[in-house]
């Protein structure tokens, strides 16, 4: 009843930037908590970056200076503009989001397909 649906991935040369969308749709009454994983091959799915309702941000130490989350609440919508890539940086960006669908109801842990990011020259 609720869905996050990314987009902006893609392959990109080291040094690079991309951009990612995440939009919300469905029976939402309030979103609250937005943010990015990522999973590389092998490896645990990581927190990447978070952002509350109200603007407060939250960065893995890994992408501090180099990624910036924000978020359109008119939009439902949660982006993150990732700068200066590195090839550590591949792996599948997963959007997420705490959603209420009524007042006074506990909120849905609700993710993304995934988006694929390669940095690769």
């Known amino acids: 009843q609720v869905q996050l649906v990314e987009s902006g991935g893609g392959l990109v040369q080291p040094g690079g930037s991309l951009r990612l969308s995440c939009a919300a749709s469905?029976?939402?009454?309030?979103?609250?908590?937005m943010g990015w994983y990522r999973q590389a091959p092998g490896k645990q799915r990581e927190l990447v970056a978070s952002i509350t309702r109200g603007g407060s941000t939250n960065y893995a130490d890994s992408v501090k200076g180099r990624f910036t989350i924000s978020r359109d609440n008119a939009k439902k919508t949660v982006y993150v503009q990732m700068n200066s890539l590195k090839p550590e940086d591949t792996a599948v960006y997963y959007c997420n989001a705490e959603i209420a669908t009524a007042w006074g109801e506990g909120t849905i842990d609700t993710w993304g397909q995934g988006a694929q990011v390669t940095v690769a020259s």
């Open positions: 469905g029976n939402i009454f309030t979103i609250y908590d």
